[in-house]
């Protein structure tokens, strides 16, 4: 990103040791100097300047000051830091943030992180429990219902059904009496008493995880490329809106099945080739970072909205509320995941720091869109009630 006009802390030292680069918006801040009670993070002339470069090391794998240390020249020891405990805060694009209210850098970053992480946690437990309880009480269809064995309260609902659309129905048919009732008492941890469902599982949780892992993880870093944030923050969204779409109009033409594949190759394959702008690119080239991260969105997004579709028609009629709240609990565990992922840079520094969660996103993506292939259509197919129908579908 270039840097804004007079941000000394970011644009590199006036004494010839550097003559700025590339950093990540986010890094918005810097040691304040101890000696200077009225400091800013914009410079306030060559005297400044000065005070800066005397008092603050220059980062050469990052390309601007360090944000944490400051240099003790006690002693003689000019190249000795210590940490720094009071910071300065640009104010371009924001005047403040919850960030740089409280100082959540340097030691403290990672408890962003964890915030996010703990919102996500609280999601998996919801998912978990509502899910199973949602199988247990929230109007049922009939179908439901008889494979639950509430005959009277499906009846119920049939004859209503019938009245609605003028059906002449006997007796026997209104009170659907001797009705053959399958698959009673089954749950969804009956799926995995099968390797071929065990399979069909794994397979369906891994893409929930990825599609959560990607789709969580270039939301919330959106902040990290260069440009405008306000309009990477409009386009984020209109990508994601022309996901759903997307998908709303050619779902039932290419089915569930190759519809996610491609949503996951897609934003998978872009997500990886972003690895080559960051590495090899300049600053001229940031916004071929920023449109594939678009695509890679626009993938993530069109395959969470396919994917709700597709695993509640493939689980069974008798568990699939249970179904959907283990598959939402496993994208819950990927969106804890996603906040790390996206800070891997915090640890690996420069440029592969910045290309490596892309990267990681890309390829998990890539391999979740690949084994979709192994799962069964179920665009236009009768759909299975019980465990049984299950094993047979497909």
């Known amino acids: 990103m270039a840097c804004p006009q007079g941000d000394l802390r970011l644009s590199g030292p006036q004494s010839g040791q550097g003559t700025g680069g590339r950093t990540r918006s986010r890094d ?19 005297w400044h300047d000065a005070l800066v470069n005397a008092s603050i090391p220059w980062d050469d794998d990052d390309k601007m000051y360090d944000q944490c240390k400051l240099r003790r020249v006690s002693g003689g020891l000019d190249n000795d830091t210590v940490s720094c405990d009071k910071w300065v805060y640009s104010k371009d694009p924001f005047e403040s943030t919850f ?11 990672a408890l962003d992180t ?3 992480m703990i919102l996500m946690a609280g999601m998996l437990v919801g998912s978990l429990t509502m899910g199973i309880l949602s ?15 509430r005959t009277k309260e499906a009846a119920a609902i049939f004859q209503k059904i019938g009245e609605k659309n003028k059906l002449m129905m006997s007796p026997k048919t209104k009170s659907l009496e ?14 995995f008493m099968y390797f071929s469902l065990l399979i069909r599982c794994l397979i369906i949780f891994f893409n929930w995880s990825v599609a959560s892992i990607v789709y969580y993880g270039l939301s919330l870093n959106v902040g990290d490329y260069s440009g405008d944030i306000y309009l990477n923050f409009f386009l984020s969204s209109a990508v994601e809106m022309a996901s759903y779409v997307f998908c709303l109009v050619v779902l039932d033409i290419t089915g569930r099945k190759y519809l996610l594949c491609f949503s996951m190759l897609i934003g998978g394959n872009a997500c990886l080739a972003t690895i080559f702008p960051v590495l090899y690119g300049t600053e001229a ?15 993530a997004s069109a395959s969470f909205a396919v994917i709700y579709i597709y695993s509640a028609e493939l689980f069974p009629t008798m568990m699939r509320n249970s179904g959907l709240g283990l598959c939402s609990f496993m994208a819950r565990v990927g969106g804890i995941l996603a906040p790390y992922i996206g800070d891997i840079s915090d640890v690996v520094k420069g440029n592969l720091g910045t290309a490596l969660p892309l990267v990681m996103f890309g390829g998990l993506s890539v391999a979740a ?26």
Request: aromatic share 8%.
């Open 285 to 299: 080239q940031d916004w071929i970072t920023m449109v594939l991260s678009l695509i890679g969105k626009f993938g």
């Open 114 to 116: 964890y915030a996010s």
């Open 135 to 149: 199988d247990a009480y929230l109007c049922e269809s009939p179908r439901w219902l008889l494979q639950k064995g």
């Open 99 to 109: 960030v740089t209210d409280i100082n959540l850098v340097c030691d403290d970053k």
């Open 28 to 46: 918005i801040g810097g040691c304040a100097l101890p000696d200077l009670p009225n400091d800013t993070y914009v410079s306030q002339g060559p």
């Open 369 to 394: 869109g690949l084994l979709v292939l192994f799962l069964p259509e179920t665009s236009n197919k009768v759909l299975p009630d019980t465990v049984e129908d299950a094993k047979n579908f497909g």
């Open 178 to 191: 001797n009705i053959e009732i399958d698959g009673k008492g089954e749950t969804v941890w009956h799926m």
